[in-house]
């Protein structure tokens, strides 16, 4: 039996890592790396770049060898697979984004121990062929990236009053300018990009239409 | 002496690998439900870390920063293989976890029986590798400052485990609003707890 390239069941792997199985809100992968570089949204949106690159190819290597590995050293040719393509991607990002990489710093060698990249490869492209495991990759590393970008949109709009480093409130709402705005400085600590997080997962979770299976017990 | 103390006390308050860098994040939201299983995670991040940093530190300068190769001969001085790090130091920390696995397993059962079941969790955690990454990036000069980082980092990640699964067990008692169970509040009280170590910011013996 051959499904059709958009059958039901791949848009199904594509759209709900998105929402009701996202990575990070549902599924509790891959925090690690994620909240410490959404201070602004460019870096957010390099990291998310990163991850999608890493994910994809990872997921399509993994899944197009999954009938060559023995599943007793699986995880240490998953860790050679993954950890080969981020310093790929560390290097790219020397080269041509300096200043980005340079924040990043330690935050892209870590995608490495990110566990959506272990845990999607070990849960599906091991078991699944190539366009499958495509899908499920896009799905995933987009869904790990959209948080990301949401979160660093508040903390960096209301942080630093600015967006991929243009200013949005006018100097006429500042103080300087005689007006009554204060940036808030809390937004930029690491601590708000833990609250901000649980913020959106409580909204996510308050939706009428959101399973209910899926709600935790404390 | 002075200096190792002040390392060891930054990797523990301030430079918290939970609440400054949100490092092992995953074990710790997913492990952090009684008191008991955060004790024994926590001092497995402790012990891990304690070994891979100075055997990284050691690979780092003996074999791929720039210059390190120098021990071998003129001709490789210059040398530099640090693109190669990353690589080196997961399959560190996986190798170690592993060989650490079977050496608590048979020299001390009980260790293991408390232990046991957190360490192959521990090489997929963030932590670990954080912890090296960082001694890499900021290069301490001895193997001394550099097992003192680690030790104070993991004691720091510990801290934080056990203070979350302690209040999590409290919490059970509370009327938290339905979405917000579980996950949601264990964010935002993780979030509160990381404002409040910022107080310890600055401090420097």
């Not at chain 1, 950890?83 to 984004?97: E, R, T």
């Not at chain 2, 979030?191 to 310890?200: E, K, P």
Request: proline share 3%.
């Amino acid at each position: 039996m051959k499904s059709t390239l958009f059958s039901k069941k791949n848009r199904k792997l594509l759209s709900d890592p998105l929402g009701d199985q996202n990575p990070i809100t549902i599924q509790v992968l891959g925090i690690c790396s994620a909240l410490a570089i959404t201070v602004q949204l460019q870096q957010a949106l390099v990291m998310s770049m990163s991850v999608v690159f890493v994910m994809v190819c990872a997921n399509m290597i993994i899944s197009a060898l999954r009938n060559v590995i023995p599943s007793r050293i699986r995880i240490i040719v998953q860790l050679v697979v993954v950890s080969s393509l981020v310093v790929f991607v560390d290097q790219v990002l020397q080269a041509f984004l300096p200043d980005v990489q340079e924040k990043l710093s330690v935050f892209i060698g870590l995608i490495v121990s990110n566990c959506i990249i272990m845990g999607r490869l070990e849960a599906f492209a091991l078991g699944n062929t190539l366009w499958p495991s495509f899908l499920d990759a896009i799905g995933n590393a987009v869904g790990y990236g959209w948080i990301l970008l949401a979160v660093a949109f508040f903390r960096e709009l209301f942080g630093s009053g600015k967006l991929f480093g243009y200013q949005v409130f006018p100097d006429g709402w500042y103080e300087a300018g005689g007006g009554f705005y204060l940036n808030n400085n809390l937004m930029i600590l690491p601590p708000m990009a833990l609250i901000v997080v649980g913020v959106i997962i409580w909204v996510q979770r308050s939706r009428k239409s959101f399973p209910d299976e899926l709600l935790e017990e404390n | 002496m002075e200096e190792l103390v002040n390392i060891f006390i930054k990797g523990v308050f301030i430079e918290n690998m939970i609440f400054a860098y949100f490092l092992g994040m995953c074990s710790y939201l997913a492990v952090s439900k009684t008191v008991e299983t955060g004790v024994g995670l926590g001092a497995a991040v402790i012990f891990v870390l304690g070994i891979t940093v100075p055997i990284n530190y050691l690979l780092e300068n003996y074999l791929l920063s720039e210059g390190a190769l120098a021990w071998l001969g003129e001709s490789y001085a210059t040398i530099d293989l640090s693109f190669l790090s990353l690589i080196m130091f997961i399959a560190v920390v996986a190798s170690m976890v592993q060989l650490v696995e079977m050496l608590v397993e048979k020299f001390s059962p009980q260790l293991y029986s408390s232990l046991g079941i957190f360490l192959p969790l521990i090489a997929v955690n963030c932590s670990i590798l954080g912890g090296a990454l960082f001694m890499q990036e900021r290069q301490y000069s001895t193997i001394v400052e550099a097992t003192s980082f680690a030790l104070g980092s993991g004691v720091g990640w510990f801290l934080a485990i056990v203070g979350i699964a302690a209040i999590r067990e409290k919490i059970r008692y509370s009327n938290v609003p339905a979405p917000l169970r579980g996950l949601g509040i264990t964010f935002i009280i993780t979030g509160l707890m990381g404002i409040g170590f910022m107080c310890f910011m600055g401090i420097s013996i």
